[in-house]
């Protein structure tokens, strides 16, 4: 029997390394022949990081085998490439993740194709100001990256409820980011405009027929299955599962999930009912530039606790996260069933 999985981000490795390490057959489909750390990519647009690239070879399981190709289609028993090819497949991990653009203009960072895109922008302007719409995470660490590397920032943002968000605005006003908060018309937006209030998915699942939610995400079930699909499962920011019901698109949310999947997987080649999914948070990390960051602490549901750690020691910890998320993937590429995350609120 055969898994195959869609995409190489932090669930799709995470599941096929967790799958291989087992002695599954997996196959890997994925576009690109690297593994994209997205974490980085708002270093990567402002030009303080060169790429967040890292060979794929260095983070997966060398018994999976890599389809260098993209999914056009899911069949039943089978998925069209972009190539022409039909790929057939017993099980199937749909790990594909956000990313895509609604290209309404703006410039974004949800892939590295639309990084680029900013950072050849930046490059070619490199006085004109930027203006960065939504005050999310990837907005504030891109603010902060901005104007490490010197630019002229505005951040444009509809009152901010979390405790870590208006921390977070006060520390980049302090920067010289001009903060404003309400609606803006877009004919008041000023110079390069950066739109990043939230991420969209590829629409290969509702192509290909199988359940979605309004934003295109694959539906699945407290197993992570697709409901009339039991050989399919999802993992990652493409899929929506009712409960938990606070889960939100991260790779702290990704990595669980592709764990999860791949735990399933097994449970059923041997004969037992897999168990739902839970998971819980413990933090949250922001990159807010020139070596500092903020540390918020989080109880299992994602709700805020009143602990934070802020400075040159929240970036430190931010960067340790980062190379941690990276760690898991090989430690679980080395042994199988190793990564192992918070229980459920």
């Known amino acids: 029997m055969t898994t195959t999985v869609l995409g190489a981000g932090y669930a799709g490795v995470m599941a096929a390394n967790r799958l291989a390490g087992r002695g599954e057959e997996v196959v890997l489909v994925t576009p690109n022949a690297w593994f994209v750390e997205r974490i980085r990519l708002h270093r990567v647009a402002t030009g303080l990081r060169e790429n967040a690239r890292l060979d794929l070879d260095t983070v997966l399981n060398p018994a999976v085998e890599v389809v260098q190709d993209t999914a056009t289609k899911i069949g039943d028993e089978k998925i069209q490439l972009a190539s022409g090819e039909n790929l057939p497949y017993d099980t199937l991990v749909y790990a594909i993740g956000s990313g895509a653009s609604d290209q309404n203009g703006a410039y974004r960072i949800v892939s590295e194709h639309e990084t680029d895109r900013l950072r050849a922008a930046l490059a070619e302007a490199p006085d004109a100001p930027v203006t960065i719409v939504g005050a999310g995470l990837t907005g504030v660490e891109l603010a902060g990256a901005l104007r490490e590397a010197g630019r002229a920032v505005k951040l444009v943002s509809t009152a901010p409820g979390r405790r ?3 921390a977070h605005l006060r520390f980049l006003a302090k920067q010289g980011v001009e903060i404003e908060v309400g609606r803006v018309a877009p004919a008041e937006l000023d110079g390069l405009v ?4 939230g991420f969209t998915v590829p629409s290969l699942a509702a192509d ?4 979605v939610d309004e934003f295109g995400r694959l539906l699945v079930d407290e197993q992570l299955t697709v409901k009339g699909h039991p050989n399919i499962l999802g993992a990652g920011d493409a899929v929506h599962l009712d409960a938990p019901n606070y889960l939100r698109a991260a ?3 990704a990595l669980p999930m592709g764990a999860h999947a791949a735990d399933v997987i097994t449970a059923r080649r041997e004969g037992r ?3 739902e999914f839970r998971m819980g948070y413990v933090l949250q990390c922001t990159d807010l530039g020139s070596g500092r960051g903020r540390v918020q602490f989080l109880h299992p549901d994602d709700t805020e606790r009143a602990l934070a750690i802020d400075g040159r020691a929240g970036g430190l910890v931010k960067e340790t996260i980062c190379r941690m998320s990276v ?3 090989t430690q679980e590429r080395d042994r199988a ?9």
């Open 273 to 275: 009912a897999g168990e």
């Open 194 to 197: 950066v739109d990043t209030t």
């Open 164 to 166: 870590a968000i208006q």
């Open 327 to 329: 760690r898991w993937l």
């Open 208 to 211: 290909s027929g199988l359940p």
């Open 337 to 345: 069933g190793r990564y192992s995350w918070p229980a459920g609120a």
């Open 251 to 253: 790779c702290a949310t």
